[in-house]
Nanobody, 123 residues
């Protein structure tokens, strides 16, 4: 079983950058696809970005494509979300999640979750 802990959230001005990290425990991290999700107050959860276990595949939602980059370091059991050119609408709680399903590019197949980290973008 993999346990996930997010960090790196905070307050950032519009147009700025922030990097989120998700540290995973457990020796099987490298066999999981990883994803970042977010949920703003009153809104549904959104699948923001995903990355395959072997780094060969990535997914981005249209809302963040070209601004956010997901990456992972399997040696460090960590997945990252680099957020550039942030906007006030990026304000949300960001969650890290893991999937052991080949259909990891679909949000339905994530079954392990972190506690979340708050990101607030001021205008």
């Amino acid at each position: 079983q993999v346990q996930l802990v997010e960090s790196g959230g905070g307050l950032v001005q519009a147009g700025g950058s922030l990097r989120l990290s998700c540290a995973a425990s457990g020796r099987t991290f490298s066999s999981y696809a990883m994803g970042w999700f977010r949920q703003a107050p009153g809104k549904e959860r959104e699948f923001v970005a995903g990355i395959s276990w072997d780094v060969l595949g990535t997914y981005y939602s249209d809302s963040v494509k070209g601004r956010f980059t997901i990456s992972r370091d399997n040696a460090k059991n960590t997945v990252y979300l680099q957020m550039n050119s942030v906007k006030p609408e990026d304000t949300a709680v960001y969650y890290c999640a893991a999937s052991n399903d080949l259909r990891w590019s679909s949000e339905r197949f994530y079954n392990l979750w972190g506690q979340g980290t708050q990101v607030t973008v001021s205008s």
